[in-house]
C-alpha cells in the first residue's frame, strides 16, 4: 500500500520517471542491493535525462529548421569546401550567443549554407539556448500580417527574445523602406546603433564553396 501511495504522490507531482523507476525497483530483486542514496540517484537521473531530452526536443521543434536533422558532426570538410573545421567546433560551443556575436555564412547556391545555419542552431539547441529560424520572405510576411492584426509588437518581442535568431536567404534582394525598418525594429535590442557596421564587424564570417 504504501509503495502505491508513493508512487501515485510522484505523479501527482509529475515525477513520472521517477515514479516509473521506483515501481520497477519494487519487483527488480537485484535493486536490493543498492543503497539508498543508489536508488535516488537513478531515479533522479532518469527523470532529469527524460526531462532534458524533452526540453531539446521542444527547443528544436519550436526553432523551426529547414533541415530540422541538420548536425554538426556531419558536416563534410573536404578540400573543395575550405571549411574551417576549428571555427565550426568553436560555433558549435556557443560562445558567440553568450559574448552577442553574429555569424554570416555566403556562399553559392548549393553549397549547404542553410545546412550549416540550421546545423549551429541546432547545436545551440543542444545547449538550451532557444532559436528561431526564418527565411526573411517569410519574416517579412510575418510581420505583414501581424501589422494587419495589430499583433506586431508582440510578434516582434518574440524574435527578439531568442538567443540566436537565424535569418536565412539574408539581402538576396532589395527591401522596401518598410522591410528595412522590421529588420532594424528585431536587432536593435542588440544593436542600438550604427546596426550594419556593428552587425558585419562582430561576426564570424564563413564563406562556403563546392557543394553540400
Request: hydrophobic residues 45%.
Amino acid at each position: 500500500m504504501l509503495t502505491e501511495e508513493t508512487i501515485t504522490k510522484l505523479n501527482e507531482l509529475r515525477l513520472y520517471q521517477m515514479a516509473e523507476v521506483f515501481r520497477k525497483f519494487q519487483v527488480d530483486a537485484n535493486s536490493s542491493a543498492l543503497s539508498f542514496e543508489e536508488r535516488l540517484g537513478i531515479m533522479v537521473d532518469q527523470e532529469w535525462s527524460v526531462r532534458k531530452s524533452k526540453k531539446l526536443s521542444r527547443l528544436c521543434k519550436s526553432a523551426g529548421y529547414v533541415f530540422p536533422h541538420a548536425c554538426i558532426e556531419d558536416i563534410r570538410y573536404d578540400s573543395t569546401r575550405r571549411l574551417d573545421k576549428t571555427m565550426i567546433a568553436k560555433l558549435s560551443a556557443c560562445t558567440f550567443i553568450q559574448k552577442a556575436d553574429n555569424v554570416i555564412i555566403l556562399g553559392a547556391t548549393g553549397t549547404g549554407k542553410s545546412y550549416l545555419s540550421c546545423a549551429i542552431g541546432i547545436a545551440a539547441n543542444r545547449n538550451f539556448y532557444t532559436v528561431k529560424y526564418i527565411r526573411l520572405p517569410d519574416l517579412f510576411s510575418d510581420l505583414a500580417v501581424a501589422r494587419a492584426e495589430g499583433t506586431y509588437k508582440q510578434v516582434i518581442r518574440e524574435f527578439q527574445s531568442v538567443k540566436l535568431l537565424i535569418l536565412d536567404e539574408w539581402l538576396l534582394f532589395p527591401l522596401t523602406a518598410t522591410e528595412a525598418r522590421d529588420v532594424l525594429e528585431i536587432v536593435e535590442a542588440t544593436f542600438a546603433d550604427a546596426i550594419c557596421d556593428r552587425v558585419v564587424h562582430n561576426a564570424y564570417t564563413i564563406v562556403l564553396e563546392g557543394s553540400l
